[in-house]
């Protein structure tokens, strides 16, 4: 198993930016997949997950209605766009697979730095 994150980098606060999330060695259609992030001395945080099935979403508090976490079976591929960043959306971003709905998960990407600053 390989997840590989890109699209990473620095962006203003209200900016944008799309990660992606490259994933091979597995059957990518029939896995949920998840997000999460970790800022410098705080620890890994949920950031949101999307089922196989029926591409069904969820989301933290915290990034709800400014993140969109999707998926292209055909790409093996994972996004998240995120919009309207904060400077507290600074963080390494990592994508991982689920094995057990919704918050099991036992693989994980090395991540991509996201940083939001003036």
């Known amino acids: 198993v390989q997840l590989v994150e890109s699209g990473g980098g620095l962006a203003q606060p209200g900016g944008s930016l799309r990660l992606s999330c490259a994933a091979s060695?597995?059957?990518?259609?029939?896995?949920?997949m998840g997000w999460f992030r970790q800022a410098p001395g705080k620890e890994r945080e949920f950031v949101a997950a999307?089922?196989?099935?029926?591409?069904?979403?969820n989301a933290s508090d915290s990034v709800k209605g400014r993140f969109t976490i999707s998926r292209d079976n055909a790409k093996n591929t994972l996004y998240l766009q995120m919009n309207s960043l904060k400077p507290e959306d600074t963080a390494l971003y990592y994508c991982a697979k689920v094995t057990v709905w919704p918050d099991r998960y036992d693989y994980w990407g090395a991540g991509t730095q996201v940083t939001v600053s003036s």
């Open positions: 060695g597995f059957t990518f259609s029939r896995s949920a």
């Open positions: 999307i089922s196989w099935l029926h591409g069904s979403t």
